[in-house]
């Protein structure tokens, strides 16, 4: 069982990161850390006709429209990619059934992919989101820089109770803040009410956007272990429910594979790569095979 992550210093925590993950991400990667962030750190630069080898988040459809034509935009490699971390803090981030919260997996994740990139020469920032945007890190490089994002996750405050989460004006405000094209990462169990869909496209076609999606396994299938009490951990509304009831089981199975494919859906529409992080996951593996993943779909 991982100690909890409020028990923690940010020195702490990243020195643990450092020797457990980041030096077996060196030799299992071999320094290859571009096939995880390809595309990015990149300035547009000119617009020509589609091509059928083009990549299809390229396209300028305001362009496309008035042309009549398929058109996309190029770009001029920089070598400093600038990351954000948008991070969704919302009461059900807080949940977790196996010895580790959801959010303990997304401080370690923030913590690994900062450090993996500021040794590089790279910028990170975050946008921290509760029922509102309610802290942002100016991107900076640096070690300094990853300690302080751990250190301003760590002071978050757990919500116990807050409207049901909409995650909608929280990409709303990132598209506004976020000037430069970044590679963006939005680290959520996009447990939301619905509407963010919109946003995450304009976000996709601005920017790199890969999706990190929280999991738990009791989310997906439940145990069977009799009378329970389910408490929303938003609300705190609570049911009573006979997980005995074979029938109950599958019926909460289907509604969670429902909206499993309503998710990937969603994020295939708006051309953003997604990585479930599970709180069962061993990190590195987790991320090896997100690379894996990259890797094939950039040959």
């Not at 991400?25 to 571009?34: A, F, H, I």
């Not at 990149?42 to 091509?51: I, K, S």
């Not at 169990?189 to 999706?211: I, T, Y």
């Not at 009791?218 to 951990?233: I, K, Q, S, T, Y």
Request: hydrophobic fraction near 40%; charged fraction near 30%.
């Amino acid at each position: 069982m991982n100690t909890p992550t409020s028990a923690q210093t940010p020195e702490k925590i990243l020195l643990r990161l450092d020797w457990h993950v980041i030096r077996r991400l060196d030799g299992l990667l071999q320094g290859d850390y571009r096939s995880l962030f390809y595309g990015f750190g990149v300035d547009f630069a000119d617009l020509r006709e589609y091509q059928p080898e083009d990549d299809i988040r390229y396209i300028d459809w305001n362009v496309t429209a008035r042309m009549n034509t398929p058109y996309v935009r190029q770009y001029l490699e920089d070598r400093e990619i600038t990351a954000w971390f948008l991070l969704d803090l919302s009461p059900s981030v807080d949940f977790g059934t196996v010895g580790v919260q959801k959010r303990n997996m997304l401080v370690d994740f923030v913590a690994v992919l900062a450090r993996l990139m500021t040794r590089h020469g790279n910028r990170v920032g975050a946008m921290m989101f509760g029922s509102r945007i309610q802290h942002t890190v100016p991107a900076r490089g640096g070690k300094v820089q990853v300690l302080r994002l751990i250190n301003d996750l760590l002071k978050q405050p757990q919500l116990s109770r807050v409207p049901r989460t909409d995650l909608k004006p929280f990409f709303e405000g990132a598209l506004h803040a976020i000037k430069r094209r970044s590679l963006v990462f939005i680290i959520s169990d996009f447990l939301s009410q619905p509407g963010w869909e919109r946003p995450l496209n304009m976000l996709g076609e601005k920017h790199e956007v890969v999706a990190i999606r929280l999991t738990d396994p009791r989310e997906m299938e439940l145990p069977d272990v009799g009378m329970v009490v389910m408490e929303d951990a938003e609300t705190g509304e609570q049911l009573f429910v006979d997980t005995h009831d074979a029938k109950f089981r599958r019926r909460f199975l289907e509604a969670a594979q429902k909206r499993e494919e309503e998710l990937n859906a969603a994020f295939k529409r708006a051309g953003v790569d997604m990585l479930t992080l599970s709180t069962e996951d061993d990190l590195i593996r987790a991320i090896l095979r997100f690379a894996k993943r990259r890797q094939q779909r950039k040959a």
